[in-house]
């Protein structure tokens, strides 16, 4: 739907340097909330009180609502009174607009979608804020500042608050108007309930009896929302098959962004949430830093296989694994930042460094969105697969008294079908948009099969 139809002589278009402004400091307290913890611990050291450092930690907390508050009011506004300098509102309305079809035009288009999805994240993500309790209140504002960027740099077209210096736009049908702000509206609530959702269901309290259903039926929602969800609203370039040849499309990067985050925010609480309960039930055993070794290895095995199989031969080998080393640095570089950290006395955990690995490869996958990586899609197929086996990988290596025959031949089991079932989707079907969500949901169930093991297990051993 917007593909704007304008004269380019008869227009001039300009970005909102305000709306620019206000993006770079949106940026920049996101930033800033990445590393409260730190700044809390230096201010302490030079004798703060505890009570002006929580007044600045709620102002950088609450900043990035503020500014986009601004920036939506603004937007809405624009829509309201009927300001056709913006671009959206020339292009979906005109003088004679009902004020019902003002309101629906603020879904209209991929860009309105876009700001209205952020518009459920932030409300979604300050309820929650107030309601859910957490382990570790800090470990949520990261992961949100995590996805707030992403929103800004990565999902807010560029096109959203441009400019109309001269000239006319014909505006859009009232049917087609209608049309495409219900799909906004039905794009930004599924989309924006999960990924608002989502930073609280990364540090859900785990001692929570319905923490486990209410993480798996999240799981399931986020990969059905990817497999049959309106994501072709939000990029229209989805309603394509996703094969090699989406591959050569620019939007592919914005496509990528958007699933990425749904599979990060919907998939990996649930990878989370299993990882502490191993933790929790059998202390780490012989063989650790083998189980380390083997995990890393195979992950980054399926990584790059699951690209070189998407995407040769469409792509020459040379680019593909030229592609592969810049994105795969990431990885790389943050797994070995966080395996480090037992050493400075930052992670008690028993098994530190595979959470290292872990947490690699979550930020890793999260730069590949700001990176704006052409191949970052292609590689969530290996990257689902790699975070199940290192859950696996552990239960089958280490040597435990805690560690029975069951639970080694159960997870052995699990790996076989995981590994088995990505090389089948990938070998016989080539659209991701069904080889996705089918790998995460089917892995999901492996993860609960392994649970229902280790259940067995804690119950023994409370008897």
């Not at 039930?281 to 990584?303: D, E, Q, T, V």
């Not at 089948?424 to 996705?436: G, N």
């Amino acid at each position: 739907m917007n593909n704007w139809l304008f004269l380019d002589c008869l227009m001039e278009i300009t970005e909102s340097s305000f709306a620019n402004l206000i993006v770079a400091f949106s940026l920049l307290s996101c930033f800033t909330l990445l590393f409260s913890s730190p700044l809390r611990n230096l201010l302490l050291s030079r004798n703060w009180k505890i009570k002006n450092i929580k007044i600045i930690e709620l102002v950088f907390r609450w900043t990035p609502a503020i500014l986009f508050s601004i920036l939506f009011i603004r937007y809405l506004v624009a829509h309201i009174f009927l300001n056709s300098s913006h671009v959206h509102v020339a292009y979906h309305l005109n003088a004679e607009s009902e004020f019902f079809y003002r309101l629906l035009s603020l879904f209209a288009g991929y860009d309105g979608a876009s700001i209205m999805l952020m518009c459920v994240i932030l409300i979604t993500h300050l309820i929650l804020h107030k309601v859910i309790k957490v382990r570790n209140i800090d470990m949520v504002d990261r992961w949100f500042s995590l996805l707030w960027i992403i929103c800004l740099t990565g999902i807010l077209p560029e096109q959203t608050f441009e400019m109309l210096i001269d000239g006319d736009f014909v505006p859009v049908s009232e049917k087609l108007l209608v049309e495409s702000a219900n799909k906004g509206i039905l794009a930004s609530l599924i989309f924006g309930l999960i990924l608002g959702f989502g930073p609280h269901a990364m540090e859900l309290m785990p001692s929570d009896k319905f923490s486990k259903y209410i993480l798996f039926s999240l799981g399931v929602f986020g990969m059905l929302s990817i497999l049959i969800g309106p994501l072709e609203t939000l990029v229209p370039l989805a309603k394509n098959t996703w094969n090699a040849e989406l591959f050569s499309e620019l939007e592919i990067v914005r496509l990528g962004t958007i699933v990425t985050i749904l599979m990060l925010f919907s998939f990996v609480p649930n990878i989370i949430y299993y990882s502490n309960k191993i933790d929790a039930s059998i202390p780490a055993g012989k063989n650790r830093s083998m189980s380390l070794a083997i995990s890393i290895f195979i992950g980054f095995c399926i990584i790059i296989l699951s690209s070189l199989i998407l995407l040769y031969p469409n792509w020459s080998l040379v680019s593909i694994f030229y592609e592969l080393l810049y994105e795969l640095f990431p990885i790389l570089l943050f797994a070995l930042i966080f395996s480090l950290l037992p050493i400075i006395g930052l992670d008690d955990r028993s098994r530190p460094e595979l959470h290292g690995w872990r947490y690699g490869l979550f930020v890793g996958i999260i730069l590949s969105c700001i990176n704006s990586a052409l191949i970052s899609l292609s590689l969530l197929n290996g990257w689902i697969i790699a975070l199940f086996l290192s859950l696996t990988i552990p239960m089958i290596v280490e040597s435990s008294i805690m560690l029975n025959k069951k639970i080694k031949i159960t997870n052995i089991i699990t790996s076989i079908i995981a590994i088995l079932l990505f090389m089948i989707l990938m070998i016989f079907f080539s659209d991701l948009r069904i080889i996705l969500p089918l790998m995460g949901i089917c892995c999901l169930i492996l993860i609960e099969i392994n649970n229902v093991e280790l259940s067995k297990l804690n119950k023994l051993m409370k008897s």
